[in-house]
């Protein structure tokens, strides 16, 4: 089946820095890819979405200058939390739609990366 | 915009027993409608998807849902939990017609006793 993979899962960074989170499709071609937050106990929150070879479209209240989404490639989408704070820390997650029609309509999801700024 | 709500923040159950998680959804056409389970510090695993067709949905680890247009629902069940379905469990709808974003309801967390 299709596999999504998430690196890194968990990740300590001091405030002021800046992190990046990848993820990739191992086995399909990936033409869009979204990326959520989810916080302790809540649901997930779209951030963006991003399709390959242009900008990602980020949801309401979402600064697209902190969080960089680029994805290059069919099988690779970036997350770059830029000058991390700690209310930036959050479970971040992604997923990986296939570009197959209405009867492969999935989405397949990373295992999340666990960001802590100190 | 499309909208999803899980009544049910937590739901404790014995083992053996029977489940139904709740999911009504809110959206101006046909739903695609999905289930998902998550582990704590996990992603998200598929547990079944309804496009169109038959309205009872299976789907793995002995889940099955129904879709109710009338009732704007897509209820999820499991007639013997085992302990390892102790997770969150989310509800998600789909919109083809607002970029295919998945927007998800706010969860339900269900515990197993023994």
């Known amino acids: 089946g299709a596999v999504v993979s998430q690196h890194p899962s968990r990740v300590i960074c001091k405030s002021g820095t800046s992190v990046k989170i990848e993820c990739r499709s191992l086995d399909f071609q990936a033409t869009t890819m979204f990326w959520y937050r989810q916080f302790p106990k809540q649901s997930l929150m779209l951030m963006a979405t991003?399709?390959?070879?242009?900008?990602?479209?980020?949801e309401q209240g979402v600064e697209k200058d902190k969080f960089l989404i680029n994805h290059a490639s069919l099988t690779l989408s970036t997350l770059t939390v830029t000058s991390a704070h700690p209310e930036d820390s959050s479970f971040y997650i992604c997923?990986?739609?296939?570009?197959?029609?209405?009867?492969?309509?999935?989405?397949?999801f990373g295992s999340g990366t666990r960001l802590t700024v100190v | 915009a499309q909208s999803v709500t899980q009544p049910d923040i937590h739901i404790t159950v014995s083992e053996g027993a029977s489940l139904e998680l709740r999911c009504n959804y809110s959206y101006g056409a046909t739903p695609y409608l999905f289930w998902y389970v998550q582990s704590p510090g996990q992603g998200l695993q598929l547990l079944l998807k309804?496009?169109?067709?038959?309205?009872l949905v299976q789907g793995i680890k002995g889940f099955e849902a129904e879709f109710k247009r009338s009732q704007s629902s897509f209820n999820l069940r499991k007639p013997s939990v085992h302990w390892s379905d102790a997770a969150e469990y989310f509800c998600a709808v789909g919109a083809p017609a607002a970029g295919n974003k998945l927007t998800f309801g706010g969860g339900t967390r269900v515990l197993v006793k023994p």
């Open positions: 309804y496009f169109s067709g038959d309205t």
């Open positions: 997923s990986a739609r296939s570009s197959g029609g209405d009867a492969d309509y999935g989405y397949t």
């Open positions: 991003s399709n390959e070879g242009s900008k990602a479209t980020y």
